[in-house]
């Protein structure tokens, strides 16, 4: 008799399922916004030309002659353990951040804090409280164990919405996304729901990197699985609904997917690579040529990855930033890297913070960077260091400017000089 409820039940959930995968809107182009540079790197369906996942390797470019990057720090709220910074721009000028916080990652006592960088006097104001577990038991009206990866967008309306992290049983394998949603900026929320990524279970979907935006205005959220395989989603949103979802990788080595649009169909994707022993540690890629419909494997990008987060975001001028711990194991090291549209040639532009030199046992995390552009010419970024604070760092447009305009002319542009081809 149980197995004929069963089978009763998947019969039901698979038409519902069919229904709501017929009521779907058409796929969407990526939206791309006025101005920006368009140069895209161009890819096959199949793979990658090598030189357009390749990086110059330990190598740094001379720095620019003004002042560099501005160092601060996200409040102090007095807990023990902060991690899973984000940033959202504000209509004012100035900037949201995100982050949790309590005793230790994955305790009871976790919350999700909030503080504002002022435009005007460019300091952070006091740290406030967006949720608690106990606030998420009671807007969700289930257990929750802990919180997670707090992550803000904007909507086409002009909204705030937050993606975070429940947990109801088990580790963060067990998982699933809750959103809420505001009106004035990050002040006040309405009740969290969760997302729906799945008829059955709803477990195993996390939320690391920033969302795109489609130009039909709903939201593309890049997400990623740990519980039986580890892999990247792509979900495409109205709101709190998931309206489809697609598979950005395979197998068990690829999380955390960090999305650079190229034009209104393409995007390549760049991966949290979480290999075993004996395996490539650098960064996974995938790329798109139909708005994320679809996703192909191009390999790796050529640079060092330990299991740790990278962080991304494209200028208005066409560069690439990329912020991670360019090291094969640990993540004592974390600098940011730079590249030129279609040359896919990075280079480090500046090391944040380095305790190579310190003994094994002394060195700290840098960690969970996420990178964020308010005007499209300059860059924020926020990393945990060392579990206990969270560090800003701003790079304004002067600098990224001058240090764009130092990196090296491309490898494949370089040689059509030298032999007298077009530039």
Not at 9 to 38: K, M, N, Q, Y
Not at 270 to 282: D, V
Request: glycine share 8%.
């Amino acid at each position: 008799m149980s197995r004929v409820l069963a089978f009763c039940f998947l019969l039901l959930a698979a038409v519902l399922g069919f229904i709501h995968i017929d009521s779907r809107p058409s796929w969407a182009s990526f939206a791309t916004s006025d101005g920006v540079h368009e140069e895209s790197v161009e890819v096959s369906a199949d793979k990658a030309p090598e030189s357009k996942i390749s990086a110059i390797k330990g190598k740094s470019i001379s720095q620019p002659a003004v002042q560099g990057p501005h160092m601060d720090w996200l409040p102090d709220t007095g807990a023990a353990s902060v991690h899973a910074a984000s940033l959202i721009g504000l209509k004012d000028g100035g900037v949201r951040a995100f982050w949790f916080a309590g005793s230790r990652e994955g305790a009871p006592d976790v919350v999700i804090n909030t503080a504002v960088l002022d435009p005007k006097l460019n300091i952070w104001g006091p740290p406030s409280l967006v949720i608690d577990r106990v606030a998420a038991e009671k807007g969700l009206s289930r257990y929750i164990a802990k919180l997670g990866n707090p992550v803000p967008a904007r909507l086409a309306d002009g909204r705030l919405q937050l993606f975070f992290v429940t947990v109801s049983i088990g580790g963060w394998a067990g998982s699933s996304i809750s959103t809420m949603f505001s009106e004035d900026e990050g002040a006040t929320w309405t009740r969290p729901q969760r997302l729906i990524t799945s008829p059955f279970f709803n477990l195993s979907t996390l939320v690391k990197s920033p969302a795109v935006a489609f130009a039909d205005g709903r939201l593309g959220l890049p997400t990623y699985h740990e519980w039986i395989g580890r892999f990247g989603e792509f979900l495409r949103l109205d709101a709190a609904q998931v309206l489809d979802k697609r598979r950005m990788s395979a197998g068990r080595s690829a999380i955390q997917p960090v999305i650079f649009i190229d034009d209104a169909q393409s995007a390549t994707a760049l991966f949290r690579q979480t290999r075993g022993a004996g395996k490539p540690k650098q960064i996974p890629v995938t790329a798109t040529q139909n708005a994320g419909q679809s996703w192909q494997s191009l390999g790796d990008l050529e640079i060092l990855n330990p299991n740790s987060a990278v962080a991304g975001v494209l200028l208005r001028n066409g560069a690439h930033l990329l912020a991670l711990n360019n090291i094969e194991a640990g993540r004592y090291r974390l600098v940011l890297m730079m590249s030129k549209p279609k040359s896919g040639e990075w280079h480090i532009v500046e090391t944040i913070e380095n305790d190579e030199a310190l003994p094994e046992q002394e060195r700290k995390e840098f960690s969970y960077p996420y990178l964020l552009s308010t005007h499209g010419d300059d860059a924020h970024l926020v990393y945990t260091w060392d579990r206990k604070k969270i560090r800003h760092a701003y790079f304004s447009s002067t600098w990224l400017d001058r240090t764009y305009k130092q990196l090296p002319v491309p490898v494949e542009k370089q040689s059509a000089a030298e032999s007298g081809g077009v530039q």
